[in-house]
């Protein structure tokens, strides 16, 4: 049976690190962000901060920063009353008044543009919003979490990231593993994604043999938690008969390390035969073969000394 903290799957250190953070977080009002590759589950984690808190009796408003279209940044976050532009027909309150009194999750903090950050920051700053076609401004009470893929530092130093923003949103940083950096929960999330499907599809599902088990253990999932749901999902829906071999698994899955005779190598030069085999196993198809390896192409013609 899978372990649950705040509904979310793991036991391994990593996670009990970030089950730690949550309680931390959720014991203040101050904002948090939470950084980590997509699919790592970020909005469950500010969704346990949410329903562990305060706040709890109050809304969880979740927003993707990258989905709003410059043109309509202000009336979606802060609203607009009617008439204010063409189509305007009636009033419509924004993101921060639907969240007054709870919680405002911002996804993907990163990809907002310079535009939107600057809004954002006056209505973190003022605590109040004024909607588009109002000549007065109206107080906001809301705890604001921001997640993001991206290395915000990074961005900052490249003038993509206001610096003053980020010291706002930077109070409570919670770093969210990767999904191969805690591999003792990868068998529990199967097990759970395994009954899920099972209940929804109402019938028998096929097993796991040990050795698919195995190369899910090995798999580097570049897509983290929502590629192994994906694919657990895929696979109780398609294969037919008791048992889930490794013949029904991704061709990705099927490379496995296998360690050299020699011990004189050193570690580049273990990994530069790892990589080989790998290419050889997919062909040389070299995007095939990074998103085994969990590194980008770029890496990968890095690694083999290519420009």
């Known amino acids: 049976t899978a372990v649950k903290n705040f509904g979310i799957i793991g036991t391994s250190s990593p996670m009990r690190r970030v089950f730690r953070q949550i309680h931390k977080a959720a014991d203040t009002l101050?904002?948090?962000?939470?950084?980590?590759?997509?699919?790592?589950?970020?909005?469950?984690?500010?969704?346990?901060?949410?329903?562990?808190?305060?706040?709890?009796?109050?809304?969880?408003?979740?927003?993707?920063?990258?989905?709003?279209?410059?043109?309509?940044i202000e009336s979606e976050l802060f609203g607009h009353v009617k008439g204010a532009f063409t189509g305007a027909v009636a009033g419509r309150a924004g993101f921060f008044q639907i969240a007054h009194g709870g919680t405002l999750f911002?996804?993907?903090?990163?990809?907002?543009?310079?535009?939107?950050?600057?809004k954002l920051l006056r209505a973190i700053q003022d605590k109040t919003v004024t909607k588009v076609g109002a000549t007065s401004p109206t107080p906001v009470d809301v705890r604001l979490i921001c997640a993001t893929n991206r290395n915000l530092t990074d961005l900052i130093e490249k003038g993509l990231f206001r610096q003053d923003l980020f010291y706002r949103i930077h109070v409570i940083d919670i770093a969210l593993p990767a999904l191969r950096e805690r591999r003792e929960d990868i068998l529990p999330l199967v097990g759970h994604f395994h009954g899920k499907f099972a209940r929804e599809l109402d019938r028998p599902v096929p097993?796991?043999?040990?050795?698919?088990?195995?190369?899910?253990?090995?798999?580097?999932?570049?897509?983290?938690?929502?590629?192994?749901?994906?694919?657990?999902?895929?696979?109780?829906?398609?294969?037919?008969?008791?048992?889930?071999?490794?013949?029904?698994?991704?061709?990705?899955?099927?490379?496995?390390?296998?360690?050299?005779?020699?011990?004189?190598?050193?570690?580049?030069?273990?990994?530069?035969a790892y990589i080989r085999q790998v290419l050889d196993r997919v062909g040389g198809n070299k995007t095939q073969a990074a998103a085994i390896l969990g590194i980008d192409r770029k890496t990968l013609r890095r690694k083999l000394g290519q420009p």
């Open 106 to 118: 911002l996804d993907e903090i990163g990809d907002a543009s310079l535009a939107m950050q600057a």
């Open 207 to 272: 097993s796991f043999s040990d050795e698919a088990l195995g190369l899910l253990m090995n798999h580097s999932w570049p897509g983290n938690v929502r590629e192994l749901e994906n694919l657990v999902q895929k696979l109780v829906l398609m294969v037919d008969g008791g048992t889930i071999g490794t013949a029904d698994l991704p061709e990705t899955m099927k490379t496995r390390w296998t360690a050299p005779a020699r011990l004189d190598l050193s570690l580049v030069e273990q990994e530069a």
């Open 30 to 72: 101050a904002t948090v962000t939470i950084a980590g590759e997509s699919g790592t589950g970020k909005e469950l984690v500010a969704r346990a901060i949410h329903y562990a808190g305060a706040r709890r009796s109050g809304p969880f408003v979740s927003v993707n920063c990258a989905a709003i279209p410059e043109n309509l």
